[in-house]
């Protein structure tokens, strides 16, 4: 083979020459300057202590009531049999005074610690085809999805099945304020997505806790599954083991010094894992509940880069360098010789 065959040969198998597989595409290729890093560092600081100093101050208005309630609420020395035990009287009476204003809407929440709402096997506990559509029939499909709460002693599919809905939370608390009986609104507590597309308006419960182990709350048989929101709420898992869900809302406001009787219907069992339980009372703001976390995230940022910009400032004062000519970076160098 001659020379000027294998240099064809050579050339012929040589890449096509492209700017993008040579990264030579326009880009944004910022000179970081003092001025650039101490002006940015400054404007990020400007910006984050304010939204974390008013971040604060919202958290620092909300008044939050918590009150554990699941050792009190139960005398006897054997909590697991108390608590399984369906003939015992499970009431319970707690009072709560008032610190200060809470306007309403105060939200009501459950609290749960020590409950892995996060395990594998429970998350996947539950079949969502099953949820949405009541035509839905495949029992292998339900079984391998719920197992071990799909089917009853006979072999009749359970709805909603799994251990999630199971599980679910049957204590009910009722308030009054100063003797006077107040009312707790239920309705719209579960996500709009949630009821709307995640739980049918046609699918009833069927055979729900009539499987072999005892579980949590039951559910009403002529209540489409999209309008229990109790039963939403819950099976939204939680991500960590303390987790608050929301029970429901008391509309009026309740004011300082005032004296709160909670009637606790004390049901769901905690004791066999080593799980608390706690009734919660909060008002909100617009950061949502009681959370200094972001209020702290943000002033701690903002503060960090201030002080970064003051180093830099002083540096540059006390030791200043000479900058480069940015005519020498090879990508202006390459755009200069493109203009000749």
């Not at 944004?28 to 910006?47: E, N, Q």
């Not at 609420?73 to 009072?95: E, L, M, P, W």
């Not at 009910?172 to 597309?197: G, L, P, R």
């Amino acid at each position: 083979m001659s020379v000027s065959g294998s240099e064809s040969g050579a050339s012929a198998n040589k890449p096509k020459y492209s700017k993008f597989t040579q990264q030579e595409l326009p880009a944004c290729k910022p000179l970081l300057t003092p001025g650039i890093v101490i002006g940015a560092f400054s404007l990020i600081g400007i910006i984050f202590v304010p939204i974390g100093l008013a971040s604060l101050s919202a958290s620092q208005e909300i008044v939050e009531l918590i009150d554990r309630y699941d050792e009190e609420c139960v005398t006897a020395s054997d909590k697991i049999g108390f608590i399984q035990d369906s003939k015992a009287n499970k009431a319970c009476t707690r009072k709560i005074t008032v610190p200060k204003p809470m306007k309403g809407p105060i939200h009501v929440y459950y609290q749960l610690e020590n409950f892995y709402q996060n395990h594998r096997r429970y998350v996947k506990s539950r079949s969502d085809q099953q949820l949405r559509d009541k035509d839905y029939k495949d029992p292998q499909a339900v079984i391998k999805a719920c197992d071990p709460e799909a089917t009853t002693g006979d072999g009749s599919l359970i709805v909603p099945c799994g251990l999630i809905a199971w599980s679910l939370f049957n204590d009910t608390y009722a308030f009054s304020v100063n003797k006077k009986s107040v009312t707790v609104n239920k309705k719209d507590i579960a996500w709009a997505s949630d009821k709307n597309n995640k739980f049918g308006s046609n699918v009833f419960p069927v055979n729900f806790q009539k499987g072999g182990l005892i579980g949590g709350g039951n559910l009403n048989d002529k209540l489409p599954l999209s309008e229990q929101e109790d039963l939403i709420v819950w099976m939204r898992t939680a991500a960590l083991p303390t987790f608050r869900k929301l029970y429901g809302r008391i509309e009026t406001d309740i004011m300082a010094s005032d004296k709160i009787t909670v009637a606790i219907q004390n049901n769901y069992n905690t004791y066999s894992f080593g799980g608390t339980k706690a009734v919660v009372l909060s008002t909100a703001s617009w950061i949502g509940g009681k959370n200094n976390f972001i209020g702290v995230a943000y002033v701690a940022v903002g503060g960090i880069c201030l002080l970064l910009a003051m180093g830099f400032v002083v540096l540059y004062v006390v030791k200043p360098r000479a900058l480069g000519d940015p005519a020498y970076l090879s990508w202006n160098k390459e755009a200069a010789e493109y203009s000749h």
